[in-house]
């Protein structure tokens, strides 16, 4: 039974802050640093304003897009979120099955909670599965290995977290306690110790030194057959590389303000990457997105689609299964109104100039 005051993800928000314990919720609101990237993907979009348009007739309007070869009902996917479990008993099963009923996909984070194989048969063997880098070729590739044989149709490779930075509200609150049990991790060879000599870095001969360069992607590439993206890119010139590299998607993302502190905002780099990597190709982007009007401004900004991240969590503590499916319906019908005021009936009508900047 949902709440009768659910009418937003902001909603959401609130429902969940008051069910979750206190270290989980810490652990899933907060950012690197003085969470100064976390606050910039929000004000990003408060810096767009969307130009209503009249004497527009809708014809056959459509929120639905294509990806990778997959039709989806929104231009809305769900961005992986380890350790789902936390939020709700059925944790990422809860989620995959919100996505296939709402017409959209779930990309399976690495650490999630539940193996990958159970995950994907909620869906028919189509999840997306986030690949993190394990420190070493073999490590990353039978962890690939894995989620193909679960049947995942597209590896995301995530590349902005090699460090990761310390949240300061997580670690106040106790959240490094929690537990953390990651079946997809688990059996995987073991990594070697390395071994720092006096006066060596813990940073840069330590955690960087297995941190993944541009071999170890056109290697990845030339191992899969699934189409690759590559998650937690910022500057244009890196874009151009990855795709260089042969990898088929790109999603701009500051990992939700928990990676570099006070890295720009996700969408306020977005324009310069599309540009730099020219129309055609596929360019998603996640952090900070709450809304409909959301949605329309980075699609409009150079976005194919965005990634939802933390309001799914929210609406999975919440409500389950149901909250994720209700939460997607709400925003796509956001989505919707957004386009038809603004004049626009298919996604890919929109554009730059629907947009107006704030002053």
Not at 35 to 43: F, G, K, Q, T
Not at 119 to 124: D, E, K, S, T
Not at 335 to 349: E, I, N, P, Y
């Amino acid at each position: 039974m949902l709440p009768p005051d659910l009418l937003s993800a902001a909603d959401y928000e609130r429902h969940a802050n008051v069910r979750l314990p206190p270290a989980v919720w810490a652990w899933l609101e907060g950012g690197s640093g003085d969470e100064a990237s976390l606050i910039a993907n929000r004000r990003a979009f408060e810096s767009w304003s969307i130009v209503p348009r009249v004497l527009r007739r809708s014809g056959q309007g459509s929120t639905r897009v294509r990806l990778l070869g997959q039709q989806l009902a929104m231009p809305i996917l769900l961005a992986p979120i380890g350790q789902m479990a936390r939020f709700h008993v059925d944790g990422e099963v809860a989620v995959a099955r919100a996505a296939a009923a709402a017409g959209t996909q779930l990309i399976a984070s690495s650490n999630s909670s539940l193996p990958i194989s159970d995950i994907a048969n909620q869906v028919g063997n189509s999840s997306w599965f986030q690949l993190y880098w394990q420190g070493n070729r073999e490590r990353t590739l039978a962890l690939l290995h894995r989620a193909e044989a679960a049947g995942c149709t597209a590896i995301v490779l995530t590349l902005d977290t090699p460090i990761q930075p310390a949240s300061p509200r997580a670690q106040v609150a106790g959240a490094s306690a929690l537990p953390f049990a990651c079946p997809n991790l688990r059996d995987l060879p073991a990594l070697p110790p390395r071994s720092l000599q006096p006066g060596d870095s813990v940073i840069f001969q330590g955690a960087m030194a297995d941190a993944p360069d541009a071999e170890d992607v056109a290697w990845l590439r030339a191992r899969t057959k699934r189409p690759l993206l590559a998650k937690g890119v910022m500057h244009p010139d890196d874009a151009a590389l990855l795709i260089a590299l042969g990898c088929d998607g790109l999603v701009v993302s500051n990992h939700g303000g928990r990676a570099l502190p006070s890295a720009p905002a996700s969408l306020t780099v977005l324009p310069a990457i599309r540009r730099q990597v020219g129309p055609a190709a596929l360019v998603l982007m996640d952090g900070g997105v709450r809304t409909g009007c959301d949605v329309f401004k980075a699609l409009a900004l150079g976005a194919n689609a965005v990634l939802l991240g933390r309001p799914q969590a929210h609406a999975l503590a919440v409500a389950g299964a149901l909250g994720v499916a209700h939460l997607l319906r709400l925003l796509h019908d956001e989505l919707s109104t957004c386009m038809a005021l603004a004049g626009r009936f298919r996604v890919s009508d929109i554009v730059c100039d629907d947009l107006l900047a704030n002053p």
